[in-house]
């Protein structure tokens, strides 16, 4: 079973409108997240960590944990085109160094 | 901000033959992980090191070999290249940290012919 789960697969949302991704982990060990962000042809880059239950915002994007449900979400306000890119959630214990990255969501912010 | 180069680009390889694929970080960390990813897949972990001349098996480590000869470089080697390894591969180094942010490389798009 994969440790962790994205939702949606794919989204397309308006140039100014909100587009909200999900993430879930299997693994209740797991107390550290990202949101890894990889544009086309380009490797992932980190956007941003939150490792305590809560939101926590950085400009534009707020992500959102949940550690008893095991769940994060990041949320993007006033989606640029520039926007568009595959996102990933990843989440770790933090016991070996090692992360597990989610399938992906696919963001197309259409002008 | 913090440098992983790695090298070819990309690479075309003959089923059967040898592909090394190379990495160098200045970053001056610890910790460097070898990344596979496929269409509809994410990241799958295939090798990572902690340090030198020393390397540990990740979630799909067959068919790969890693080496880790310096804190900055670590190769990923396909000793026989096989059609399934057709893939782009994603080099990463992180601190020793539990809150362990990867920084990766720009990729290698390997195609095995």
């Known amino acids: 079973q994969q440790k962790v789960q994205q939702s949606p697969e794919s989204l397309s949302v308006p140039e100014g409108g909100m587009a909200s991704l999900n993430c879930t982990s299997s693994?209740?060990?797991?107390?550290y997240f990202w949101w890894y962000r990889q544009h086309s042809g380009e490797g992932p880059k980190a956007l941003m960590s939150i490792f305590s239950d809560g939101d926590k915002k950085e400009g534009r994007f707020t992500a959102h944990l949940n550690k008893a449900s095991l769940h994060v979400s990041l949320h993007i306000r006033d989606s640029q085109p520039s926007d568009s890119a595959l996102y990933f959630c990843?989440?770790?214990?933090?016991?070996?160094?090692?992360?597990?990255f989610g399938d992906g969501t696919q963001l197309v912010v259409k002008p | 901000e913090a440098a992983v180069t790695q090298s070819p680009r990309s690479k075309v390889a003959v089923t059967g033959g040898k592909v090394t694929l190379s990495c160098h970080q200045t970053n001056n960390h610890d910790y460097m992980y070898w990344y596979r990813q496929d269409t509809g897949h994410g990241l799958r972990l295939i090798h990572y090191s902690y340090v030198a001349d020393s390397t540990e098996k990740g979630d799909i480590p067959d068919g790969y070999k890693a080496s880790r000869p310096s804190q900055e470089n670590f190769s990923l080697i396909l000793e026989l290249a096989s059609l399934s390894q057709t893939a782009v591969y994603f080099c990463?180094?992180?601190?020793?940290?539990?809150?362990?942010?990867?920084?990766f490389g720009a990729g290698t798009r390997l195609s095995v012919l």
């Open positions: 693994d209740r060990n797991f107390q």
């Open positions: 990843a989440a770790s214990d933090g016991s070996n160094n090692r992360i597990f």
């Open positions: 990463a180094s992180s601190r020793q940290s539990s809150q362990n942010t990867l920084y």
